[in-house]
């Protein structure tokens, strides 16, 4: 399950990612977004039934890594044209290849609503890709958010 759920999301997180690369907000940037979408996918996993451990190998963290890094990533090149002014809608109209991120966004807002968990960076890409939300305005309130020990 854990597997699977971070599979998913992996995609999700990617798109904010290239949101944050697409804004030129910096490495610094980067890194403290990826550690709070690690910690989201590790508690909205355990949320939807997944072991808390799955998402510390391979197929939690490591893919994340790579698919938030990766400057072949489909996903993370997705958020950062959306954030230099592209369309999300156009650009999957347009598409040859999928961008998983972008369903796996719709799919796993509302499931992660459907289990009453807290899940900021998801719902920051949902409201840019889905709401029209402004890219800018969407990263910005989610790294201004209140500090707080990230395992909570």
């Known amino acids: 399950m854990g597997a699977a759920i971070g599979g998913c ?6 798109i904010a990612v290239g949101l944050s690369d697409g804004l030129e907000l910096g490495d610094n940037a980067r ?8 910690n989201e996918m590790i508690e909205l996993g355990f949320h939807l039934g997944a072991k808390k451990d799955t998402f510390v190998g391979l197929s939690g963290v490591g ?6 890094t990766g400057e072949w990533s489909r996903n993370r090149t997705f958020g950062q044209s ?11 109209e347009g598409q040859k290849t999928v961008v998983e991120g972008y369903w796996a966004t719709e799919c796993f807002y509302r499931k992660s609503k459907e289990a009453g968990a807290t899940a900021p960076v998801l719902e920051q890409v949902y409201r840019t890709l889905y709401e029209g939300s402004d890219p800018r305005s ?3 309130e989610l790294m201004s958010r209140g500090l707080k020990a990230e395992g909570s």
């Not at 890194?31 to 690690?38: G, K, V, W, Y």
């Open 31 to 38: 890194a403290a977004l990826i550690t709070r979408c690690l």
């Open 63 to 68: 893919d994340l890594i790579a698919t938030c």
């Open 138 to 140: 969407s990263v910005i």
């Open 82 to 92: 959306i954030a230099r002014g592209k369309s999300a809608k156009a650009m999957i």
């Open 9 to 14: 999301l992996k995609n999700v997180y990617a």
